[in-house]
């Protein structure tokens, strides 16, 4: 059964870094799409990263274009989210998906995703 399990999350001051990672196991993802969504406390869960597991294209929201980063290991299976300068409103659970249909263009959207992590938090004082 697959399985997607994060961590990395914690607490951290304004300026600061944090890397997350999604660990897959269960089935083979090289085919899939990965995202990182996050979700505010009163707020909807909104699309942050996604990268295609096999080809390495990357796509990001706007809000963290120039700060955060997705990467991939294919020995370890890991998906990684990179978070550089990071500023209070970045606040959030965050959470790791994968899609296994190939036939979107975006993959910005939570139901092309059929499988999801348990999600980390992340916090960020100012």
């Known amino acids: 059964q697959a399985q997607l399990v994060e961590s990395g999350g914690g607490a951290v001051q304004a300026g600061g870094s944090l890397r997350l990672s999604c660990a897959a196991s269960?089935?083979?993802?090289?085919?899939?799409?990965m995202g990182w969504f996050r979700q505010s406390p009163g707020k909807e869960r909104e699309f942050v990263a996604r990268i295609m597991w096999r080809s390495g294209s990357t796509y990001y929201a706007d809000s963290v274009k120039g700060r955060f980063t997705i990467s991939r290991d294919n020995a370890k299976n890991t998906v990684y989210l990179q978070m550089n300068s990071l500023k209070p409103e970045d606040t959030a659970a965050y959470y790791c998906?994968?899609?296994?249909?190939?036939?979107?263009?975006?993959?910005?959207?939570?139901?092309?995703?059929?499988?999801w992590g348990q999600g980390t938090q992340v916090t960020v004082s100012s």
């Open positions: 269960g089935r083979t993802f090289r085919n899939y799409a």
């Open positions: 998906a994968a899609a296994a249909s190939l036939a979107f263009y975006d993959y910005t959207r939570e139901r092309q995703y059929d499988y």
